[in-house]
């Protein structure tokens, strides 16, 4: 197990799914985890609850959208614990789901804001503290979406091939300045999200049974992977949970034994 002893690590999307998940397990490592979404109410009662079992959390309110409130969010972390070790972009939206030429372009540009624009304010209001500081990771969640197209989801595929983008563009900037970004791609997630995407019925995702989703504790057991110096050989890429060899990296069930 990873101690994580004396590290910040800043969650977006962290109210509910794979960043509530992350936040519990890190903090179960000794980390100090700092949680941010738009749901105040739920972030502060997830904190509290981590609290109450010994650990270290902090909540703030945060829209990944709007630049000041991201950049307000690494202010909070830095000024509250003195240091930002890891920040994991999470927050993403998939809805509303649509083919093109039904999609209404505000909604498909609030996608744009969120799932690739919040990760752009991330990766650029934290990294100059971990430049200061010589050292820190960014896990961007990506999705198989980013290299594969399906009906109903223009915009969810085309943000997330752009957030593999800055992945790889930020880890070519800074890669060699101790800063260590790296994408996780996870398969399909039993949360909210994948509700939303069964209601939709637009494309074979929607139709997956429930038993082919992993559990978001699958997921934030990447996240710790990835945190960790023995997963180097995959920065600068999404690393997949879908192949075994991402499983057996993180020590997780294989793929082909379910
Ligand atoms: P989820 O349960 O719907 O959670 C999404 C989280 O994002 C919530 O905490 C939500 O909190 C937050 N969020 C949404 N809009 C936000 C905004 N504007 N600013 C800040 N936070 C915002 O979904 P999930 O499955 O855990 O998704 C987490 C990440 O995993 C996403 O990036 C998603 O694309 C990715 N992913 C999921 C799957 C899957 O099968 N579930 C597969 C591949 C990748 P508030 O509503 O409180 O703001």
């Given at each position: 197990?990873?101690?994580?002893?004396?590290?910040?690590?800043?969650?977006?999307?962290?109210?509910?799914?794979?960043?509530?998940?992350?936040?519990?397990?890190?903090?179960?490592?000794?980390?100090t985890?700092?949680?941010?979404?738009?749901?105040?109410?739920?972030?502060?009662?997830?904190?509290?609850?981590i609290?109450?079992?010994g650990g270290?959390?902090?909540?703030?309110?945060?829209?990944?959208?709007?630049?000041?409130d991201?950049a307000?969010?690494?202010?909070?972390?830095?000024d509250?614990?003195?240091?930002?070790?890891?920040?994991?972009?999470?927050?993403?939206?998939?809805?509303p789901?649509?083919?093109?030429?039904?999609?209404?372009?505000d909604?498909?540009?609030r996608?744009?804001?969120?799932?690739?624009?919040?990760?752009?304010?991330?990766?650029?209001?934290a990294?100059?503290?971990?430049?200061?500081?010589g050292?820190?990771?960014?896990v961007?969640?990506?999705?198989?979406?980013?290299?594969?197209?399906?009906?109903?989801?223009?915009?969810?595929?085309?943000?997330?091939?752009?957030?593999?983008?800055?992945?790889?563009c930020?880890?070519?900037?800074?890669?060699?300045?101790?800063?260590?970004?790296?994408?996780?791609?996870?398969?399909t997630?039993?949360?909210?999200?994948?509700?939303?995407?069964?209601?939709?019925?637009?494309?074979?995702?929607?139709?997956?049974d429930?038993?082919?989703h992993?559990?978001?504790?699958?997921?934030?057991?990447?996240?710790?992977?990835?945190?960790?110096?023995?997963?180097?050989?995959?920065?600068?890429t999404?690393?997949?949970?879908?192949?075994?060899?991402?499983?057996?990296?993180?020590?997780l069930?294989?793929?082909?034994?379910?």
């Amino acid at each position: 197990m990873t101690n994580l002893s004396d590290n910040t690590v800043v969650i977006t999307g962290a109210s509910r799914g794979i960043g509530e998940a992350a936040a519990r397990q890190l903090a179960g490592l000794g980390a100090t985890v700092v949680l941010s979404a738009r749901s105040s109410a739920r972030i502060e009662k997830i904190a509290e609850d981590i609290r109450t079992q010994g650990g270290h959390a902090l909540a703030r309110r945060c829209d990944v959208s709007q630049e000041q409130d991201v950049a307000g969010l690494m202010r909070f972390a830095i000024d509250s614990t003195s240091r930002i070790d890891a920040l994991i972009n999470n927050a993403g939206i998939i809805e509303p789901i649509a083919r093109l030429i039904e999609s209404d372009p505000d909604e498909w540009s609030r996608v744009v804001d969120v799932n690739f624009k919040g990760v752009y304010y991330g990766l650029r209001h934290a990294i100059p503290h971990m430049l200061e500081r010589g050292r820190g990771t960014v896990v961007n969640i990506s999705s198989g979406a980013a290299t594969s197209a399906l009906e109903g989801w223009s915009h969810y595929c085309s943000t997330k091939a752009a957030v593999l983008s800055l992945t790889r563009c930020a880890h070519r900037e800074y890669g060699d300045q101790g800063i260590r970004v790296i994408g996780l791609s996870p398969g399909t997630v039993a949360t909210q999200m994948q509700s939303q995407i069964k209601r939709s019925g637009i494309n074979p995702v929607s139709r997956l049974d429930s038993s082919a989703h992993i559990p978001p504790e699958w997921v934030a057991r990447a996240i710790e992977f990835l945190l960790d110096k023995s997963s180097d050989a995959f920065l600068g890429t999404d690393f997949s949970l879908k192949t075994d060899e991402g499983r057996k990296a993180v020590g997780l069930p294989l793929v082909t034994t379910g």
